[in-house]
């Protein structure tokens, strides 16, 4: 089993996982929620 998101194909769910949350400013990826949180507060300063 595959697991698409956009273009990307990940062969397990786990790596899917790890790229669950996006940054819809640019196309860093994240495994927690926080962590886009932060990404976002420092990069794109929310
Ligand atoms: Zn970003």
């Known amino acids: 089993m595959t697991y698409v998101k956009?273009?990307?194909k990940y062969d397990n769910f786990l790596k899917?996982?790890?790229h669950q949350?996006?940054?819809d400013k640019c196309d860093c990826t994240f495994?927690?929620?926080p962590s886009l949180?932060?990404?976002k507060t420092e990069?794109?300063?929310y």
Do not use: G, L, M, Q
């Open 21 to 23: 949350w996006e940054c």
């Open 16 to 18: 899917a996982k790890e």
């Open 37 to 39: 949180k932060e990404h």
């Open 43 to 45: 990069t794109h300063s």
């Open 6 to 8: 956009k273009d990307v």
């Open 31 to 33: 495994s927690k929620y």
